[in-house]
């Protein structure tokens, strides 16, 4: 393997982990924070440290910055900043935290990761990258793996309003990497996530009395967890989503994500001794057989004429 794709490999590994440790977090400051006033606080504190990393960065590369890329988003970047901002990091935060009120761990899990498939789906439409047969079988057998996951941890029971929630969530989360996508190749990875975070940031605003109101009231170690949310699973996480995805397709860092609840489900069980289901094992490893085909790579044009050319140059 290149070491462009061994970083952009381990870029995804990390986001994995982080984005898992957050329903951990999440969980725990549940009691303490509402669904708004979360969202706002993790947002507040990505906004925050990203800013400080690329205003503190003596050089643009040392921000992520590669050969071509401008300092500044120009006027074509502003609408698909925006939509990113106000749709991944500002709807989707607030529909995911407020649907957990609603709905169980497993039936949420199984609505919002209908995201990778509906990602794979807009890529393929949108952003030219078709719809590889390694994609499609893997995105559905991870798929499957998810329902596998849901079905052991549900308690069957779906609230209407949470099922709505969980599919906004869904949507948002996809049309906002679409929509990051070709960013990528504009601006500094680093970049791009501070500033569609800081929009999440606007968009949750009106939470603002609430969070006041609540810090008041929680614990220190919940504080922290929010602390922790906005620095690694946003700041950090979201960055190295970004650097991994300017270097693949859309609709294979999608299937990576498949890989968030296999992880979540570990941490639960070491962290919060929440033991899992022989299901919910049983649908992890299907999550990871689905991911190992969608990120293989099927033979390309060119690699196929070279094949061809060397087998005739053999049998002359």
């Known amino acids: 393997m290149e070491p462009k794709s061994l970083l952009a490999t381990g870029a995804a ?22 669904a708004g006033a979360l969202s706002l606080a993790r947002l507040l504190v990505g906004s925050v440290l990203l800013g400080a990393f690329l ?12 050969p ?44 919002v990761h209908i995201a990778p498939v509906l990602i794979a789906l807009l890529a393929g439409l949108t952003l030219g990258e078709g719809f590889p047969k390694q994609l499609v079988i893997g995105s ?54 501070w500033l569609a975070c800081t929009i999440g940031a606007v968009v949750c605003l009106p939470f603002a009395p609430a969070l006041i109101d609540e810090l008041r009231t929680a614990d220190a170690s919940a504080i922290w967890w929010v602390v922790y949310l906005g620095a690694f699973p946003t700041a950090l996480g979201f960055t190295t989503w ?25 941490l639960a069980w070491l962290f919060l001794g929440e033991t899992p289901a022989g299901l919910a094992i049983a649908g992890g490893a299907l999550c ?10 099927g033979r390309s044009t060119e690699e196929l004429q070279s094949q061809e050319t060397k087998e005739a140059s053999a049998a002359r």
């Open 288 to 297: 990871l057989t689905g991911v190992a085909i969608s990120r293989r790579r």
């Open 13 to 34: 590994a990390v986001t994995v982990v982080l984005w898992a440790s957050a329903f951990v977090a999440i969980r725990h400051v549940g009691s303490d924070f509402s």
């Open 140 to 193: 559905l057998v991870a798929f499957g793996g998810v329902i596998l996951i849901g079905t052991s941890t549900s308690t069957g029971r779906a609230e209407t309003w949470g099922v709505v929630l969980c599919v906004t969530a869904a949507i948002s989360y996809a049309v906002g990497v679409v929509t990051q996508k070709p960013l990528l190749s504009r601006l500094p990875a680093a970049q791009v996530t």
């Open 68 to 111: 071509g890329q401008r300092q500044w988003p120009g006027r074509r970047d502003w609408v698909p900043l925006l939509a990113c901002g106000l749709l991944w990091f500002g709807v989707y935060n607030l529909a995911l935290n407020e649907a957990e009120r609603r709905l169980d761990a497993g039936t949420a899990a199984m609505l």
């Open 242 to 266: 970004a650097f991994a995805l300017r270097r693949t397709s859309a609709g294979r860092m999608g299937a990576t994500t498949y890989l968030v609840p296999v992880v979540a489900i570990g």
């Open 55 to 66: 205003l503190l960065g003596r050089r643009p590369q040392q921000a992520g910055q590669q």
